[in-house]
């Protein structure tokens, strides 16, 4: 992949990135995350909060691989609330896309995209995105009723104005309640 990358290369992606496109010094709007919530919309349950002491502490991830473990009754439910705090450096953020691509087994299983309008400068903005969960079938869905270990990889990235700003990656396995 390349530093440049579009928005409608990403939605061609068949897999996972297997490097970083960017580093933090290439985020010229300062979009950072400041933490995020994951609860199933029905039951409230929380799957997992994090909200770190100072914006820079998740910059640690800009060239590092996010490693989670989940149970798999994540992927049991029907949709996902996914609550981030996003904060703006010193610009105006205008026309701001987060992309969502998530792999399951090695096969992409879903496609999330958000677009908001505007971000004022030097702002914390707390959004929550709401992701409905694909239904797993085959052999996935058969270790999903087992109970049994799930591979996922996902990649994440932010696009300011068109231009690539921020790219996670993360690994997750989804394993017994």
């Known amino acids: 992949m390349k530093k440049d990358i579009t928005i409608d290369e990403v939605l061609k992606m068949t897999a996972p990135s297997d490097k970083f496109v960017l580093t933090v010094k290439d985020n010229e709007y300062g979009v950072r995350f400041n933490g995020f919530k994951l609860r199933n919309m029905e039951t409230g349950e929380i799957f997992h909060e994090y909200y770190p002491k100072s914006i820079y502490e998740l910059d640690y991830f800009a060239d590092h691989l996010l490693d989670y ?41 879903a496609n999330y995209q958000f677009k908001f309008p505007l971000f004022m400068p030097k702002s914390q903005n707390s959004i929550e995105f709401i992701y ?46």
């Open 69 to 109: 473990i989940f149970p798999n009754k994540f992927l049991k439910a029907k949709t996902i609330g996914s609550t981030l705090n996003l904060v703006v450096g010193d610009k105006v953020v205008k026309d701001l896309m987060l992309i969502e691509r998530h792999y399951i087994e090695g096969k992409l299983a």
């Open 132 to 177: 409905n969960i694909p239904k797993l079938e085959g052999e996935t869905g058969k270790k999903l009723a087992e109970n049994k270990p799930i591979m996922a990889k996902s990649d994440t990235f932010i696009f300011v104005e068109g231009k690539l700003q921020v790219h996670r990656r993360a690994h997750y396995v989804y394993e017994g309640n």
